[in-house]
C-alpha cells in the first residue's frame, strides 16, 4: 500500500513538472512588450498595463480555482483554465491594430484568471500529494515553471521575429491546448484523509488551523501577516520585470543582451524556486523568507547605481529571490492554516500578491524609478518585520 501510494504520488508530480511546462510564458513579456508597442503603436507605460492586470487578474484566478476544487474535479479545473489560456492568448492575436485595449480583456483578463486556475490547481495537489516534502514538491513544480520562461524566451524572440506579433501567439495557443488535454487526463486529487497519519518527526508543525475555511481565515491573526509578507516580496521584481529591457537600454543592454539577460534570469527563478523552498524544508519557512528578503534588498541597492553586467546581475538576483519567495509561501502558508483546503487558503493570502502587482504599476507611474526601487527597498525591510513576528509554530516529537 505505502509503495503504490508513493508512486502514484510521484507520477502525480511528474504530470504536474509537464503541466508548468508552458505557465512560464508571462515572464517573456520584457522580450514581447516591444512587439507590441510596435504593434499598436503605443508607448511603454500603455504596452505594460495588460501585464499589470493580469498580475491582478491572475490572483482572482488563483481564487477561482480554490473555491472549484470544493466542487469540481481538478481535472476540470485545469481543462477549464487552459482552455481559458488558450483563448486569451488566441483572441489577443486577432485584435486589430486600433485596438491596443483589446488586450486588457484577452492576454490581461482571459490569460490571467486562466492561469490564476491552473496554478492554484498545481501549488494545491504538491501541498496535499506531498504532505511531508511540501517545499520540495512545490519547489519542483514551480522550478519547471521557471524552466518554461527560459525555454520560450528565445522560442517566442525567434518566433516573433519569423511570423510576428499575430503568428507567434498563434503558435502558443495550440500549445496550451495541448497540454490542457494532458492535464485533464492525468492530474486528480488524493483519496478523503490521504497521509492522515503522517506526524513529521522533529519539525515544527501546527496543532491548530489544519482545515480552515475562507471566514476563518479572516479571524486569524497569521492570516493577515502571511499576506503582508507576500505584499512585501512582490514589488522590487514587478518593478524591474516589466521594464528591464526598455529600461536597460539606459543601463548599456544591446538587444542580444537583454534577450540574454532575460532566459537568464529565467533560470535564476528556477534555482530560487527549487533551492529556497526545498530549504525551508530544513532551515524552516521563516528563515529563507528572511534571507529572500535581504539578497531583494541589497539587489535594489546596487540596481539605483548599475550600468551594463551589473544591473544585469541585479535583475538576476530579483528573480532568484521572486521565484524563492513564490514557491515557499504556499507552504509557508499551509504550515499555518492547513493543507485541507489549500487551494483556497492559497488564494486569500495572495491578496496581498494582486495589490501589489497592482500597486507597484501605480507606484511607477507616480514617482521616478530610482525612488520606487527605493520605496520597493523599504518595503522589503517592513517584510522581514512580518515574518519575525509571525508566531512560533508549535513542536510535535
Known sequence: MEEKRSSQRIIILLSGVVCSLIMGFCYTYSIIQPYIMKFFRIESSSASLPYT????????GNYVGG????????????????????????TTALLPKTAPEGMWFTYGGLLGIGDGMVYNVIVAMMQKWFPDKKGLATGITLAVLGV????????CSNWLQTYGFAG????????????????????KAPPENYMADYQPTGSTTV????????????????????????????????LLSAIFVSYGTSKG?????????????????????????????????K??????????????????????LLYIICFWLLSFTYGGTTATMPSLITDYLGSKNAGLTVA???????????GTSFLAKAVSISTAFIIAAAVAVVGIAMVLILPKLDRKS
Open 53 to 60: 492586470i493580469f498580475l491582478a487578474v491572475f490572483v482572482l
Open 287 to 308: 528563515g529563507a523568507m528572511i534571507v529572500c528578503f535581504i539578497i531583494t534588498i541589497a539587489a535594489v541597492i546596487f540596481l539605483t547605481f548599475s550600468t551594463g
Open 148 to 155: 518554461s520562461a527560459t525555454i520560450l524566451s528565445p522560442l
Open 348 to 358: 486569500l493570502v495572495m491578496i496581498g500578491f494582486g495589490v501589489a502587482s497592482i
Open 168 to 187: 507567434t501567439f498563434k503558435i502558443l495557443a495550440c500549445i496550451y491546448v495541448v497540454i490542457a488535454i494532458f492535464g485533464m487526463l492525468t492530474i
Open 253 to 285: 543592454l544591446s538587444p542580444a543582451l537583454a534577450v540574454t539577460g532575460v532566459g537568464i534570469a529565467s533560470l535564476m527563478q528556477v534555482a530560487g524556486r527549487l533551492i529556497v523552498s526545498t530549504a525551508s524544508d530544513k532551515i524552516g519557512r
Open 67 to 90: 473555491t472549484a476544487q470544493k466542487k469540481y474535479k481538478v481535472k476540470m479545473i485545469l481543462l477549464v483554465g487552459y482552455l481559458l489560456m488558450a483563448v486569451g492568448i488566441f
Open 207 to 238: 496543532t491548530s488551523h489544519q482545515c480552515l475555511t475562507a471566514g476563518e481565515c479572516f479571524r486569524t491573526k497569521e492570516y493577515y501577516i502571511l499576506t503582508v509578507i507576500y505584499f512585501c516580496a512582490i514589488p522590487a521584481f514587478v
